[in-house]
């Protein structure tokens, strides 16, 4: 977020930069002026969403355009379910867009901070064996190219073979206008939110995570998965909400408060987070309740921290798994915050961390105070030779030799920029690094 002395960063508080220009184009018309403007006196413009990458994805030296003001709801066609939707639109407020039409995305992530372009750009993504990322929902989208020009790619008639690459982007091709969704007759989750044994949870992983939407959080120096599960219900069936105030009770003074308390006490007292971690994996998470799928799906995240995040072939993850789990355990590190663990349905995105494989993903966590270089770097050495995929908008260390081993489609997608963007107005550091200059 942008600072009083122009000084914008992310919400990891990792990530600063001091662009020579922000603009908020509240038009098209604005956005395509904004980057020809740019681009005629050498100036690279970035889009930002919300700033909720942890990675420099969204970092931009030069032009920073900021398309708060493009939200809302462009268009509806009630008969197939799609939806189109300014880029800028916040995810925390597609319910209420879609709420008279019935309709619902089908799978979130944890939050809904982000914008809808930020999330899809990055590969945002949930949990669920049956469902991908948010970019597979994407059926079209309009975006301002390098020339200035506007450019619509949908499944059908309008360059349908650039969708794979458009709809996952990451902010490369273009400043993404307008995004189409495929949404779903709105539903209802049923949430199983309980303390199990580890070991039990890894060995059933399989039917575990045949359910809707299944995750479970590991609080390391503990032999306790706090598991999530999911269950998608017609919203004709009966809501049995948490109590307002049990919500609050839950995620603001349990969960968040005692994360904060954790953590900041752990910053300081290592020796405290391993009895701390036991008693938040008991005590978080031991409810059940039917509520509308994003109250569900998401969260608040009032603790800040880091992270990053892998994808592994998904009959790889439990071994995976069990190696950072080793890995903590005989490092000496006292870790506050849980390790998430997540599944996805291969897709087709070109870039996708899940492209043409069933995933699981590890993520890692660490407090915002704390230096997470030796703990990312040794899961990421473990995980990464795994021939895991990082997270786009997650912290990682790998560069386009790397990352070009691990996407088939690669090539195609730098030879669509190449097309799009010659002259590299959309790149900064980040994509320098992981596509190529
Ligand atoms: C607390 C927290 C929880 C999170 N939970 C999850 C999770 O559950 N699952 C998951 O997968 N990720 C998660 N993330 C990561 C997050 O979803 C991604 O990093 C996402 O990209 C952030 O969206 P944003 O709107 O903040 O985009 P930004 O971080 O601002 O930007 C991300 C990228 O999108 C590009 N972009 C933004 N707008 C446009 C546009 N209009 N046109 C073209 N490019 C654009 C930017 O240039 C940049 O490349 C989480 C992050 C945080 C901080």
């Given at each position: 977020m942008?600072?009083?002395?122009?000084?914008?960063?992310?919400?990891?508080?990792?990530?600063?930069?001091?662009?020579?220009?922000?603009?908020?184009?509240?038009?098209?018309?604005?956005?395509?002026?904004?980057?020809?403007?740019?681009?005629?006196?050498?100036?690279?413009?970035?889009?930002?969403g919300s700033?909720?990458?942890?990675?420099g994805?969204?970092?931009?030296?030069?032009?920073?355009?900021?398309?708060?003001?493009?939200?809302?709801?462009?268009?509806?066609?009630?008969?197939?379910?799609?939806?189109?939707?300014?880029a800028?639109?916040?995810?925390?407020?597609?319910?209420?867009?879609?709420?008279?039409?019935?309709?619902?995305?089908?799978?979130?992530?944890?939050?809904?901070?982000?914008?809808?372009?930020?999330?899809?750009s990055?590969?945002t993504?949930?949990?669920?064996?049956?469902?991908?990322?948010?970019?597979?929902?994407v059926?079209?989208?309009?975006?301002?190219?390098?020339?200035?020009?506007?450019?619509?790619?949908?499944?059908?008639?309008?360059?349908?073979?650039l969708?794979?690459?458009?709809?996952?982007?990451?902010?490369?091709?273009?400043?993404?206008?307008?995004v189409?969704?495929?949404?779903?007759?709105?539903?209802?989750?049923?949430?199983?939110?309980?303390?199990?044994p580890?070991?039990?949870?890894?060995?059933?992983?399989?039917?575990?995570?045949?359910?809707?939407?299944?995750?479970?959080?590991?609080?390391?120096?503990?032999?306790?998965?706090?598991?999530?599960?999911?269950?998608?219900?017609?919203?004709?069936?009966?809501?049995?909400p948490?109590?307002?105030?049990?919500?609050?009770?839950?995620?603001?003074?349990?969960?968040n408060?005692?994360?904060?308390?954790?953590?900041?006490?752990?910053?300081?007292?290592?020796?405290?987070?391993r009895?701390?971690n036991?008693?938040?994996?008991?005590?978080?998470?031991?409810?059940?309740?039917?509520?509308?799928?994003?109250?569900?799906?998401?969260?608040?995240?009032?603790?800040?921290f880091?992270?990053?995040?892998?994808?592994?072939?998904?009959?790889?993850?439990?071994?995976?798994?069990?190696?950072?789990?080793?890995?903590?355990?005989?490092?000496?590190?006292?870790?506050?915050?849980?390790?998430?663990?997540?599944?996805?349905?291969?897709?087709d995105r070109?870039?996708?961390?899940a492209?043409?494989?069933?995933?699981?993903?590890?993520?890692?966590?660490?407090?915002?105070?704390?230096?997470?270089?030796?703990?990312?770097?040794?899961?990421?050495?473990?995980?990464?030779?795994?021939?895991?995929?990082?997270?786009?908008?997650?912290?990682?260390?790998?560069?386009?030799?790397?990352?070009?081993?691990?996407?088939?489609?690669?090539?195609?997608?730098?030879?669509?920029?190449?097309?799009?963007?010659p002259?590299?107005?959309?790149?900064?550091?980040?994509?320098?690094?992981?596509?190529?200059?």
């Open positions: 942008t600072r009083p002395g122009g000084v914008w960063r992310n919400w990891g508080r990792n990530q600063h930069v001091r662009p020579v220009r922000v603009e908020r184009p509240a038009s098209v018309d604005a956005v395509r002026r904004a980057v020809t403007a740019a681009a005629a006196r050498s100036l690279r413009v970035k889009a930002v700033g909720h990458s942890f990675s994805i969204a970092v931009a030296p030069d032009v920073l355009l900021d398309l708060g003001e493009l939200r809302g709801v462009v268009d509806v066609d009630r008969d197939r379910a799609r939806v189109t939707l300014r800028g639109t916040p995810l925390w407020d597609v319910p209420r867009l879609l709420a008279p039409y019935g309709l619902a995305m089908a799978n979130l992530g944890d939050i809904d901070r982000q914008t809808i372009a930020g999330a899809i990055t590969g993504h949930g949990t669920g064996a049956r469902f991908g990322g948010l970019s597979t929902q059926v079209g989208v309009t975006l301002v190219t390098a020339g200035g020009e506007l450019l619509t790619i949908d499944d059908e008639a309008q360059h349908p073979e969708l794979a690459a458009a709809a996952l982007g990451l902010g490369a091709l273009g400043v993404l206008v307008e189409t969704l495929q949404c779903v007759p709105a539903f209802l989750l049923e949430a199983v939110e309980r303390p199990d580890l070991e039990d949870t890894l060995a059933a992983l399989d039917a575990r995570a045949a359910a809707d939407h299944f995750e479970f959080y590991w609080f390391p120096h503990t032999d306790i998965a706090v598991t999530k599960t999911n269950t998608r219900l017609p919203e004709s069936a009966r809501r049995a948490i109590p307002r105030a049990r919500r609050f009770l839950d995620e603001s003074v349990m969960a408060g005692v994360y904060r308390a954790t953590c900041a006490v752990g910053a300081v007292v290592p020796a405290a987070v009895p701390v036991a008693l938040a994996g008991r005590t978080f998470g031991n409810r059940t309740y039917v509520d509308h799928a994003p109250r569900v799906f998401t969260q608040r995240r009032t603790v800040r880091r992270e990053m995040e892998y994808a592994v072939p998904v009959e790889t993850l439990p071994a995976a798994f069990r190696a950072v789990r080793e890995l903590i355990d005989r490092s000496g590190w006292r870790i506050s915050f849980p390790i998430e663990v997540r599944v996805a349905a291969g897709d070109w870039l996708s961390t492209h043409g494989r069933d995933s699981g993903y590890i993520a890692v966590h660490r407090y915002w105070r704390e230096d997470p270089t030796a703990y990312f770097g040794a899961v990421e050495e473990i995980l990464a030779g795994l021939g895991g995929r990082p997270h786009w908008g997650k912290e990682h260390g790998l560069d386009a030799v790397a990352l070009r081993e691990r996407y088939p489609r690669f090539d195609d997608f730098v030879a669509v920029r190449d097309r799009l963007d002259d590299r107005v959309f790149a900064n550091p980040y994509l320098d690094r992981v596509l190529g200059e």
